[in-house]
């Protein structure tokens, strides 16, 4: 009988379906672009959510949003839903967790800005102990605040008082953006390679692993360490895609985020010149080059562990980033492309190498693409998503004809859904007589809002019925129907 695969699942944070070496030469990632060349890309692939919580739920549950519970952050994972990990260990899989995961709120209620406490996010969940099926997690967030910050403090208290109190800004930090002195040594990403190399390292070959390496990175701020901040000094990077005139259309209080933040997320209009922005982009794509050597450190333990033979390989990010296009930064209740198209790699025995594929692909797959890849007979019950095994094997050219896209901050008054084929993209409001559709084909920088265009209100109108069928079946499947009556 044949040895179960190994998974390799690594994510980063906020990081573009652009910006990958193979695909944008201004971006230096020598690891992926290996990756890429040895595995099958997906160029069309969409987050569940322009925001972390939600999308990372996603992935980790196959479910919608609207149904993990999970549906903004500050909002936490429902302990009763079924992960990967779950479904993995009742095939034999030891299952470990390391960097960010967001499954849980990271501030204490009552919307104040404390950081909850690192013994009730990281909790063990109360049906088994485990952090939602980890065996071994180490967890370190975008705060930094717990296993990763105690570290560092033992290490190097200096470096661990600086980080508590001002990330390490550098003298000449603007705003979000500066060139980090904190050494590589020390730095998050350092350290959640380091972790995923020990678990790689201390596993035992003969049971199958499942290892979820996380990057924090490329997440805001813009602080690329000094010594891969070098590697773009005077490197020409694309510049943003349209301007802040492009949001002219909206409604104020959809295109505006208020005093002290209209919507979860952060986000919003900026102000930045060229030289500004070409700063922040050269080390938004630093960020990466950092995560993607290592990615190849991490690579490199597989490989030395006689692991990579068997090893099924996963590569995205939870969402994309604004990085100034249509005069905008960050994330929220947006669906343009930088920041709903994200990076997908699948690499594995039998996955067809050298593919980039413009089948749409979900987060919702991730689950029952690797189930199915890993010798599940059949997928289990509750889960979105579709198995793409046959477009990565080469068999078929897509299983998908649209992508979903949800932001929800009912809360805070604003509710939207994304519709993405292969040609035109429609975004709903709930409650709201304004809407937009873009034509991908004819205008793919997304200027040109056709949702009032008489020309195209026969495309609108089968865009807003195939979304009324995906939203019906994007319902809650559970529990099982057992018995006539």
């Not at 179960?4 to 070496?21: E, F, P, S």
């Not at 290490?155 to 550098?170: C, F, G, I, T, V």
């Not at 990403?189 to 499942?210: C, G, N, Y």
């Not at 084909?441 to 008489?454: A, C, G, M």
Request: hydrophobic share 35%; proline share 5%.
């Amino acid at each position: 009988m044949p040895k179960k695969k190994h998974i390799w699942l690594i994510t980063t944070d906020q990081m573009r379906g652009d910006a990958m070496g193979f695909l944008n030469s201004a971006v230096i990632t020598p690891n992926l672009d290996k990756l890429a060349a040895e595995g099958t890309v997906f160029s069309s692939a969409y987050c569940a959510s322009p925001v972390c919580t939600p999308s990372r739920a996603s992935i980790f549950t196959g479910r919608y949003p609207q149904v993990h519970g999970a549906w903004n952050i500050g909002v936490s994972l429902n302990e009763d839903e079924e992960t990967l990990c779950d479904h993995l260990k009742q095939a034999g899989y030891r299952t470990a967790g390391v960097g960010k995961m967001h499954f849980r709120q990271q501030l204490k209620n009552g919307f104040g800005h404390e950081a909850e406490e690192v013994s009730i996010r990281d909790r063990g969940r109360e049906r088994d102990g485990t952090y939602y099926g980890f065996d071994e997690h180490h967890i370190s967030e975008d705060n930094m605040i717990g296993e990763y910050l105690d570290e560092i403090r033992s290490r190097a208290p200096e470096a661990a008082s600086r980080l508590k109190r001002d990330w390490y800004r550098s003298d000449n930090a603007d705003g979000d953006v500066w060139e980090s002195e904190l050494p590589l040594e020390l730095h998050q990403t350092r350290w959640i390679a380091d972790h995923s190399i020990r678990v790689i390292e201390e596993h035992s070959s003969e049971q199958p692993l499942f290892l979820w390496s996380s990057f924090v990175d490329p997440h805001h701020p813009f602080n690329a360490p000094e010594a891969f901040a070098k590697l773009y000094e005077g490197k020409d990077v694309p510049m943003p895609k349209g301007d802040a005139s492009d949001g002219l259309g909206r409604p104020e209080h959809l295109r505006i985020q208020k005093l002290g933040g209209y919507w979860p997320g952060g986000g919003g209009a900026h102000s930045l010149d060229k030289k500004q922005m070409q700063r922040l982009v050269r080390n938004y794509y630093a960020m990466i080059s950092f995560i993607d050597e290592e990615i190849g450190r991490i690579l490199r333990a597989w490989e030395e562990k006689g692991l990579n033979d068997e090893l099924v390989i996963v590569f995205t990010s939870d969402h994309g980033e604004l990085l100034g296009d249509h005069g905008l930064l960050y994330k929220g209740p947006w669906f343009y492309e930088g920041l709903t198209r994200i990076p997908m790699i699948f690499k594995g025995p039998g996955i067809k190498q050298g593919l980039i594929t413009d089948a749409l692909i979900e987060h919702v797959d991730i689950v029952p693409t690797l189930l199915d890849l890993t010798g599940w007979e059949s997928i289990p019950e509750g889960i979105h998503g579709i198995s793409q095994r046959e477009v990565i094997e080469g068999n078929r050219d897509c299983v998908r004809v649209s992508a979903l896209t949800e932001y929800d901050a009912h809360d805070r008054g604003i509710h939207a859904k994304c519709l993405r084929t292969n040609r035109y993209k429609l975004v709903i409001f709930a409650d709201e007589g304004y809407g937009e559709l873009f034509d991908l084909e004819k205008d793919p920088n997304e200027r040109n809002n056709l949702f009032f265009n008489k020309e195209y209100q026969e495309i609108k109108c089968k865009m807003m019925e195939t979304m009324i069928h995906r939203q019906m079946q994007a319902q809650d499947p559970l529990p099982v129907r057992k018995a006539l009556w």
